[in-house]
């Protein structure tokens, strides 16, 4: 299982962009990139997911670059509510039984 | 939205008591998991099931711990005889693997469990 390292903690401001990092140096060419968001007392809440370049949905947007070692996580023009804590996870399709969560990073945004 | 629902969302137990906590996972999945949270954590994996057997489980998940789907529908998490440090949020989680989004985990709201 390729291991995340990604930031603590993050503040921001309302209105600002947002982007959080996450580096995944061991993973492998078949595993996906794939962001979750937590808000307190709920379960994680799927965001986005990605193979390469750059994916984008209504929430989000995710980029990869080329050798796949690292991705961003971009939060447009945040507000209060989209503090939360984000996990980034590697896994591989079909394969992964065992799907695990790291620390994730804490990010709060600010009035 | 299709959801996964748990039940009870809150519960006080003595230590040394059996607690079942319940899931309905979405009704097309086929791949089911357990989380817990310990408060102020991260989210810790304890087992997965497909096919009516466990796949995976974690170091966390010891005799104390089982699951089952009893029927269609339901997929269980009993704890035998809890202790404190069984104090946790616990999450289940289903998945569908399909082609566009892979081991994408849809999660329930969650199971309080405390311990006294």
């Known amino acids: 299982l390729a291991k995340t390292t990604q930031p603590i903690s993050m503040d921001s401001y309302e209105g600002q962009e947002v982007n959080i990092t996450c580096s995944h140096n061991?993973?492998?060419?078949?595993?996906?990139i794939t962001w979750y968001q937590q808000f307190p007392s709920q379960g994680p809440r799927f965001i986005i997911q990605g193979y390469k370049t750059k994916v984008t949905n209504e929430v989000a947007s995710l980029f990869i670059p080329a050798d796949r070692k690292s991705s961003t996580l971009s939060l447009p023009r945040v507000s209060l509510s989209d503090t939360a804590v984000y996990y980034c996870?590697?896994?591989?399709?079909?394969?992964?039984?065992?799907?695990?969560f790291g620390k994730g990073t804490r990010l709060h945004i600010l009035p | 939205e299709p959801e996964v629902t748990q039940t009870p969302s809150h519960q006080v137990t003595q230590m040394g008591q059996e607690v079942i906590l319940r899931c309905v996972p979405i009704?097309?999945?086929?791949?089911f998991y357990w989380y817990r949270q310990i408060l102020g954590q991260k989210v810790e994996f304890l087992v997965s099931f497909y096919n009516n057997e466990i796949s995976e489980k974690s170091e966390i998940f010891d005799d104390q711990f089982s699951v089952e789907r009893p029927d269609g529908s339901n997929f269980t998490l009993k704890i035998r005889s809890t202790k404190l440090e069984d104090s946790a949020m616990y999450f289940c989680a289903s998945s569908d693997r399909a082609t566009d989004h892979y081991n994408v985990l849809t999660f329930g709201a969650g199971s309080r469990l405390t311990v006294l």
């Open positions: 996870l590697v896994v591989a399709p079909n394969r992964d039984d065992k799907i695990i």
């Open positions: 009704s097309n999945h086929l791949y």
């Open positions: 061991n993973i492998a060419t078949n595993d996906y």
